[in-house]
C-alpha cells in the first residue's frame, strides 16, 4: 500500500513539475515578444537589382558605394538616401518570376538585432518585383536579419 501511495505522489510531482516548465517557457517567449519594438523606416523605390546579381553578401549597405554594386536607380524618381544618417536594408529573390516581396515589418528586438520580414504575392500581369529595398536611420544600429514568412 505505501509503495502504491508512494508512486501516485512521485507521478502527481512529475506532472506538476511538466505543467509548471511548460508555463515558464510561454511566459519566456511573451517576453522576448514584448521586446521587439517596430522602428521608422521608408521603403526606397525606383531602383532595380544589377544584372547578373544572383544573391547578396550582406542585406545591410551602409555606404553608396556597397550599394551601387548591386543596384541603380531606374529614374529620376528613385528614393533618396543618405548614407551619411541612413542605410539599406535588402532583400531579393532574382529568380522569382510573376510575384512580389511585400514588406510584413520592421522591428528592434533587445539583442542589437534588426529583424526585417517579408512575403511574397503574385503580383498582377506585368509587374513583378523582385527585390525590397528598406531605409532605416543609423541610430538603429544592430546586426540585421531578414527572414521570409512563408
Do not use: H, W
Not at 519594438?37 to 549597405?61: N, Q
Not at 528613385?78 to 514588406?103: C, H, M, Q, R
Amino acid at each position: 500500500m505505501k509503495k502504491v501511495l508512494l508512486m501516485t505522489l512521485a507521478a502527481g510531482a512529475m506532472m506538476l513539475s511538466a505543467c509548471s516548465t511548460e508555463k515558464k517557457n510561454v511566459e519566456e517567449t511573451a517576453t522576448v515578444q514584448e521586446v521587439a519594438d517596430t522602428i521608422s523606416y521608408r521603403i526606397a523605390e525606383g531602383y532595380e537589382l544589377m544584372g547578373g546579381v544572383k544573391e547578396l553578401i550582406t542585406p545591410k549597405f551602409g555606404s553608396s558605394k556597397a550599394f551601387n554594386q548591386y543596384f541603380k536607380a531606374k529614374d529620376a524618381k528613385a528614393t533618396e538616401i543618405d548614407f551619411n544618417s541612413e542605410y539599406v536594408i535588402a532583400a531579393i529573390k532574382p529568380d522569382a518570376k510573376g510575384v512580389k516581396l511585400v514588406l510584413d515589418g520592421v522591428n528592434e528586438a533587445s539583442n542589437d538585432r534588426v529583424l526585417m520580414t517579408y512575403y511574397t504575392e503574385e503580383a498582377p500581369e506585368g509587374e513583378t518585383n523582385n527585390m525590397l529595398l528598406i531605409v532605416v536611420p543609423d541610430s538603429i544600429d544592430g546586426y540585421v536579419d531578414v527572414k521570409e514568412i512563408i
